[in-house]
């Protein structure tokens, strides 16, 4: 049976270079794929894009295409990346000068478009999903619209001979499962097929989530190595079952627990697995060690597609301000609390308006919380973090001032301030129908 | 004992909705995790986070529970005011919940 490898080299835009170049270089890949775009970056990614005609894409693109290229020409390793962000065809032009500069010729380069839908989105009054509301409740402040493409539109590129393809926002697990689309002529009705390389995808698109990142806990579940992790490969065999595994002499783990975790990482029900070319159904999946760092994931399935696409729009929100202060030795902890007594009453003197405002003390309760948030022995050092959310950046600026005038005004012996005050792109959802969608592709040769 | 003994979680976020899987280090203690960790648990645990409802999802084939939070991020990765947006470290939160003594393992398999 006909197989096909392919590798993660990215699980976010700023992910690790080196653990990519290793994979082109020695993990015999037909495909290496780059996921680099988080629900903000593309609203941050339209903002610059607006300000520069040519700027709006993953602003690494330069550096990893330097490091990566080369290997994956000498290898005939295809490359489908996200990276395009909000400027897919600037992104190529930028790849063709890179290629051009590296003296590699006859690259073809395609960009997908099509994934903007700002002006579909604001034609119609949509239901938000997730929460409540219409997209007219954010429509004033919106800054990006953009929808969650599926494979069809890199398979097509694939098909029009393109080396390297470059998206937009595109579902995650599509840029997977677009290469096993295209080498395995999988049509794009075969759900149960289409159901598998969504698994695969998902469980790849993480990169190093699979192969021992983000999971370590010593003493429960170690692993080795971590400052050389390995990021993940898939040999895919044509009827959709795969083997997940990582490169000898790397860093970390592919196991049982490394898959299952991956698996359900943000998933809501298993059975249903939204994405624009498939409902996949996880519950089904089967996974097996067969050898050092290698499982095999096989069973799952998928429903027919829906008949709409997500949107992820983003918006302008809010200004959030923020400061952090430090103290120390005995009694730090009842210092760091007056501190906060003495914050809270200052915003409230002055005049600073929050719409919502958490006053907290790192080491005790700013990351953990639910139940025992706030339990055990006393602290040695406690850091004190005033954040709040403003109409204004004026007033953002001014939580931060007022943390900093602890200094010469508050408890004893504290120092270390730190302030900050930004603008906030939040992000909301909804569904458009798929016949608002226009995807296109246009390629760069080298 | 604590969860953490019979199991490891994950946390993933979409929006303002936060995921948890709870999975047993042994298939064998699938059925007890499920008997004592349930949505009713995990939504009460999570108390003064969690405004939305809790559901829970079952995957015995695999041996783990899956919790959706609604509701539970502060209005999402974009604009918690969190120092832990994307909520990340509420798996390890979870892990801290009593549930009934069991036979500890000997060993767990990393």
């Known amino acids: 049976m006909k197989t096909l490898r392919i590798g993660a080299g990215a699980g976010y835009s700023g992910d690790r270079i080196e653990p990519a170049v290793d994979l082109a270089e020695r993990g015999g890949l037909d495909y290496l794929v780059f996921e680099c775009l988080a629900e903000r970056t593309i609203a941050l990614a339209q903002q610059a894009r607006r300000s520069d005609p040519d700027a709006g894409y993953d602003p690494l693109l330069a550096d990893r295409f330097n490091a990566v290229l080369p290997p994956c020409v000498a290898n005939g390793v295809k490359i489908i990346t996200n990276m395009g962000a909000a400027n897919p065809a600037g992104a190529a032009r930028a790849v063709a000068r890179i290629a051009r500069d590296l003296g590699l010729a006859g690259l073809k380069i395609a960009a997908v478009s099509g994934d903007d839908v700002m002006e579909a989105v604001r034609a119609r009054d949509l239901p938000l999903v997730e929460t409540d509301g219409r997209v007219a409740d954010v429509a004033d402040r919106m800054v990006s619209a953009n929808a969650y493409l599926g494979a069809a539109p890199i398979v097509e590129a694939l098909a029009g001979g393109a080396d390297i393809v470059i998206t937009g926002r595109v579902s995650d697990p599509a840029l997977f499962l677009a290469p096993l689309m295209h080498e395995f002529g999988w049509r794009a009705d075969e759900w149960d097929r289409l159901g598998k390389g969504t698994v695969v995808g998902h469980l790849l698109e993480c990169a190093g989530q699979i192969t021992g990142g983000y999971f370590a806990d010593p003493g429960y579940k170690d692993v080795p190595n971590l400052a050389r992790l390995g990021f993940p490969l898939a040999d895919v065999s044509e009827d959709g079952s795969a083997v997940i595994g990582k490169l000898p002499e790397t860093g970390g783990r592919v196991s049982l627990k490394t898959c299952k975790e991956q698996l359900l990482y943000e998933v809501h029900d298993p059975a249903r697995y939204y994405q624009p070319d498939v409902v996949a159904d996880f519950s089904t999946v089967q996974l097996e060690e067969v050898g050092p760092d290698r499982v095999a994931v096989s069973g799952g399935t998928g429903h027919a597609r829906t008949d709409t696409l997500k949107v992820s729009i983003g918006y302008f929100d809010s200004y959030v301000g923020e400061g952090q202060f430090s103290y120390a030795g005995a009694g730090a902890l009842a210092r760091a609390k007056l501190a906060l007594r003495i914050v809270e009453e200052r915003l409230k003197l002055t005049g600073v308006a929050t719409r919502e405002l958490r006053l907290e003390i790192i080491g005790i309760d700013s990351v953990h919380r639910g139940a025992r948030a706030g339990s055990g022995p006393e602290l040695r050092e406690a850091r004190i973090r005033v954040v709040g959310r403003t109409d204004s950046l004026k007033d953002a600026i001014r939580i931060g001032n007022e943390v900093e005038t602890l200094w010469l005004n508050g408890p004893a012996g504290g120092g270390g301030a730190w302030k900050s005050a930004r603008e906030v792109i939040a992000a909301v959802s909804t569904l458009l129908p798929r016949s608002e969608i226009r995807t296109g592709v246009s390629y760069e040769v080298t | ?110």
């Open chain 2, 1 to 110: 004992m604590k969860l953490r003994e019979l199991a490891h979680a994950r946390t993933g976020d979409k929006g303002n909705v936060s995921n948890i899987s709870v999975i047993a280090h042994e298939p064998g203690d699938y059925a007890f995790l499920a008997e004592h960790v349930t949505a009713e648990r995990v939504k009460a645990h999570f108390a003064d986070v969690v405004r939305g409802r809790v559901e829970r999802y079952e995957l015995p084939g695999i041996g783990a529970l899956n919790f959706v939070m609604h509701a539970a991020l502060g209005g999402g990765v974009t604009r918690s005011l969190s120092l832990d947006p994307h909520g990340k470290s509420l798996s390890s939160s979870l892990l801290e919940m009593e549930i009934p003594d069991r036979q500890q393992r000997a060993e767990i398999k990393p």
